[in-house]
């Protein structure tokens, strides 16, 4: 009897026939193709990522990034560029030695809060310390200094003492400052941080910053609601300032007024309401929040304390890096499910004619290497992906 198998000899025993159909068999279903398909993606996605400064320091991140429905962002030096420069001075009447209208007051102001903020490192310190270099203000002695984390500082100027911070701080010390409320808020709602100024146990005034949003922000915050995150800022300013902040980067969601040790509870409750959530942050005080969240993404220009407490490292330090970063995750994922369709399309369909003898091993063989070779091009042309 002729055989339907081409290359099995007709006078070929039945056993010939069930061991050529064996290797090929063999041959065919070695997972090679679907072992390449997941790592291969991620190699090229991971690549890719850091060609364009995304760091993936946490293989997870690229598969849990895809399914974010929350992006939490921190204010200062992540939504904005976090160098803060002073724009107004406030005196109040209460303030010896010199009126209102006198310039010298405004120093005079500059000079107290200045010589207290010498002993801070948070980034307003830094705005008022270097307002007052530009004026060549001299600096008094600071003594007892004492910071309160999210409220502000206090101490000894040349034995008076100046208390700066916000609202919980001049209540906390007892300060009433109603006499300058109408321009707090005025300020804040011109997206200032406003810290007020107290000498002698009374209020003196208000000095207010303003930070410039990173140039690429409104857009990053636009493409992620188009991509249907729900976007919130997370922030220990005050509601005033925070909010018009989010008002002109376009943040759904403002949380503000966060005491830096409940940052984590804050992205606990995202997490229960709306679900997966990624958490962008620069600041020390960040890292638990960036570790709480499902993927931590730090500003690369931040503190390292952030990016060591993080998935992912934006080495831009640009908000845009954010999609790109979601992009990324997608596009592998997308890749990775192509690259185990066609292994498993290749084995369905090989499998079946390899059992009838039909496949001659050698030519499963060949097969076998086309599919690898298949999965592995297909990888590479992630490199295209537009992130
Ligand atoms: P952010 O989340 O913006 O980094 P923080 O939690 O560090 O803010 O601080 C919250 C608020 O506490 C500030 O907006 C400011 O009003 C006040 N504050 C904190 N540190 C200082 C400081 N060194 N000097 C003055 N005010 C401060
Ligand atoms: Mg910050």
Redesign the pocket.
């Known amino acids: 009897a002729s055989s339907f198998v081409p290359w099995v000899n007709p006078s070929q025993d039945i056993l010939s026939l069930a061991i050529f159909a064996g290797i090929a068999v063999l041959v065919i279903a070695c997972p090679c193709a679907l072992g390449l398909a997941t790592p291969t993606a991620l190699m090229v996605g991971s690549g890719l990522g850091a060609e364009q400064g995304i760091l993936i320091r946490n293989g997870e991140a690229i598969q849990t990034m895809k399914e974010i429905k929350a992006g939490v962002f ?3 030096g992540t939504i904005t560029k976090g160098r803060p420069e002073v724009t107004d001075i406030v005196v109040t009447p209460l303030f010896p030695p010199l009126p209102k209208e006198d310039e010298r007051g405004v120093d005079e102001l500059l000079r107290y809060a200045a010589s207290l ?1 010498a002993g ?1 490192e ?4 830094t705005a ?1 310390v270097n307002s007052a270099q530009d004026k060549k203000i001299r600096l008094g002695s600071l003594t007892d200094f004492t ?1 309160i ?5 206090s101490g000894k100027i040349d034995g008076k003492s100046v208390i ?3 609202r919980k ?1 001049m209540s906390d010390s007892g300060i009433d400052f109603s006499a300058v409320i109408n321009d707090l808020h005025r300020l804040e709602d011109e997206a200032k ?1 406003a ?1 007020l100024v107290a000498v002698d146990g009374k209020i003196a005034g208000i000095i207010a910053v303003a930070d410039t949003l990173k140039e690429d922000s409104v857009k990053a915050i636009e493409e992620l609601k188009e991509m249907g995150l729900v976007t919130v800022m997370l ?4 509601k005033r ?1 925070a909010e018009a902040i989010a008002k002109k980067v376009g943040i759904s969601r403002v949380i503000s007024e ?3 040790q409940d940052k984590v509870s804050e992205i606990k409750r995202v997490q229960m309401e709306i679900g997966m959530t990624a958490m962008v942050g620069d ?1 020390i ?1 960040d890292a638990p929040a960036l570790t709480q969240a499902n993927v931590g993404i730090a500003i690369g220009t931040g503190t390292d304390i952030a990016i060591e407490a993080s998935d992912v490292t934006l080495v831009r330090g640009e908000l845009s890096g954010v999609v790109s970063a979601i992009r990324l995750s997608r596009a592998t994922f997308k890749k990775i499910r192509q690259n185990l369709f066609w292994a498993y399309f290749y084995n369905t369909i090989a499998i079946p004619i390899a059992i009838f003898g039909l496949l001659h091993p050698v030519i499963a063989e060949a097969a076998m290497a086309f599919s690898s070779i298949n999965v592995i091009t297909n990888s590479m042309r992630l490199r295209k992906a537009k992130l």
């Open positions: 921190d204010k200062t903020e801070s948070h980034p307003l310190a008022i910071a984390a999210g409220h502000g500082v700066v911070g916000n701080m941080t810290m922030t220990g300013d005050n300032t966060v005491l830096p600041g005080n």
